[in-house]
């Protein structure tokens, strides 16, 4: 087994490794987004989940949109979300969603939501109905749409996945054994059974794993296997970064190296596609992967 580079939470918890440092949010791209966000009262995963990409995303113009609100029905360990009983959706948010990634002019758009597990539908008919309104304003834009759990409900799945969007994300998130930990109300063969019925659908699948929670090397491995297995094309691996005291703390922060390597093996092993590195999120260079 390969030995690789770490370095522990503990020799670096008053500071962040150099590699993870990231540049304030600025520029008037940036403030466009600001705006245009803020003006149809729209939620973005870059700023709920404390992304750590946002300033260089908002600033070429782009950002993920969050819909069905910004309250989670989950509690990972690991997420910055809020999580409670969120209030009814807003049935005329495809149209705002829509007319947002119009003005900015976005060649590619993803869309994520959080878990809205107390619907019947999961909120399917609300992201379908963004998907094909997006499409409507917007016909060259491509899309990524980066889909919760649907706790094996599968004709929500369906629904989701039939909007016309290019690219299905459904995150992992971690390794099999830290599921309980990180994801105790999801489960690693179901998550793994919605990538592969939604390669069978005929989209192009992806998922993202962060590391640093204390997984090991051959457990990485694994997942990969695992994925490839379900029909994954696509594999983003990001450093994990504790959002706040009350979440999991970060094990280790992983060397740059150890993520190119990492990306190699994914390849190895058929893959068709790693986007790996510690600031790596899942949608950063999002764009990269509606064609690979």
Not at 71 to 97: I, L
Not at 98 to 115: C, D, P, R
Request: with cysteine; glycine share 6%; aromatic share 8%.
């Amino acid at each position: 087994m390969i030995e690789l580079p770490v370095i522990s939470e503990e020799s670096t918890r008053r500071k962040k490794p150099n590699w993870l440092r990231v540049k304030l949010p600025v520029g008037k791209e940036y403030a466009k987004v600001r705006r245009l966000v803020d003006q149809h009262k729209l939620h973005t995963i870059c700023e709920s989940g404390n992304c750590p990409n946002m300033g260089e995303c908002w600033g070429a113009g782009t950002a993920t949109f969050m819909i069905l609100g910004n309250v989670c029905t989950r509690s990972c360990s690991f997420c910055a979300v809020a999580t409670g009983r969120p209030p009814e959706y807003d049935e005329d948010e495809p149209r705002r969603v829509a007319e947002a990634i119009k003005l900015m002019g976005v060649k590619h758009a993803v869309l994520t939501s959080v878990n809205r597990d107390e619907l019947k539908d999961r909120g399917a008919e609300i992201w379908y109905q963004t998907v094909v309104k997006t499409k409507e304003y917007s016909p060259e834009t491509t899309i990524e749409t980066l889909i919760p759990d649907v706790k094996s409900n599968w004709d929500a799945l369906y629904r989701m996945i039939s909007g016309g969007q290019e690219v299905v994300s459904h995150n992992m998130e971690t390794v099999e054994s830290l599921y309980r930990r990180v994801r105790p109300q999801a489960k690693y063969q179901r998550s793994l059974e919605q990538i592969k019925l939604t390669k069978e659908f005929g989209k192009r699948t992806k998922t993202g794993i962060m590391l640093g929670l204390g997984e090991k090397q051959d457990e990485i491995y694994k997942a990969m296997d695992d994925l490839v297995d379900h029909g994954c094309d696509i594999l983003t691996l990001g450093q994990y970064l504790q959002p706040t005291k009350m979440h999991i703390e970060v094990a280790e922060f992983i060397h740059p190296d150890t993520f190119d390597h990492y990306r190699e093996e994914g390849l190895k092993r058929g893959l068709k596609y790693v986007e790996s590195g510690p600031l790596v999120r899942s949608s950063y260079h999002a764009e990269r992967h509606v064609n690979v």
